[in-house]
């Protein structure tokens, strides 16, 4: 089984603050690398994708890949009271598995 | 379009009982995963359809058994239900396996006294 590691937290970030959540992997032929977000009592829902090494942003959120250090971040800034949930990191292996993580709490108090 | 739809939200079963889990997805995915997510396991791949017509064991299948009825559908069956499986099953449709993003139903919440 491919490991997809994440810090299980809480995190706990004030408003306005950056919220830095971190994810390693195993699988060196891993190729895609997602981060969903999950409320309490819902599905996951797709937040970004990242493909290749370096950092990607979309808003308020850059996801940022290191290969060589099979890392993945998400990084949400100006974090709003409405972003707490957690944060599922999901890394398709050489297999064509999507393989997730167990999550990253986030609260971002007010 | 709704996407990646799933029947019932909730059911609640006694041992020995079978059940169906149904999901259907409207965005004409070739690719249909069933999960369940447990407290602090995260979620776990059941069975998987690549395309229409085969279907393959994931990490968990055991006490599981899944039909692709069509594109569209998906169902997963509990033959004889059990108090480990008392979890939160969710369905999930992507275009091609391991090409792009899964997109998952609302979930069906099961739990079995």
């Known amino acids: 089984q491919k490991e997809v590691e994440q810090n299980s937290g809480p995190l706990s970030v004030p408003e306005g603050a950056i919220a830095s959540l971190n994810c390693t992997y195993s699988?060196?032929?891993?190729?895609?690398f997602f981060w969903y977000r999950q409320y309490s009592g819902k599905s996951p829902e797709l937040i970004m994708f990242?493909?290749?090494?370096g950092d990607k942003e979309d808003g308020r959120f850059t996801a940022q890949l290191n290969k060589a250090s099979q890392y993945v971040s998400l990084l949400i800034r100006d974090s709003q009271p409405s972003d707490s949930a957690t944060y599922l990191c999901a890394v398709t292996g050489s297999g064509y598995a999507l393989n997730f993580g167990k999550g990253t709490s986030l609260l971002v108090t007010p | 379009n709704a996407g990646v739809t799933q029947t019932p939200k909730f059911q609640v079963l006694k041992t020995g009982q079978s059940m169906t889990l149904q999901c259907a997805q409207d965005m004409n995915h070739n690719s249909m995963y069933w999960y369940r997510q447990d407290p602090g396991m995260g979620l776990r791949l059941i069975y998987y359809?690549?395309?229409?017509?085969?279907?393959d064991k994931g990490e968990v299948p055991n006490g599981y058994n899944v039909s692709r009825l069509n594109k569209r559908e998906f169902s997963l069956r509990l033959e004889s239900a059990a108090p480990s499986q008392t979890s939160v099953y969710f369905c999930?449709?992507?275009?091609?396996?391991?090409?792009?993003?899964?997109?998952f139903g609302p979930g069906t919440r099961l739990t079995v006294l």
């Open positions: 990242i493909y290749s090494n």
């Open positions: 699988d060196r032929g891993s190729q895609s």
């Open positions: 359809s690549a395309s229409e017509g085969t279907t």
């Open positions: 999930a449709s992507e275009l091609d396996r391991g090409q792009d993003t899964q997109y």
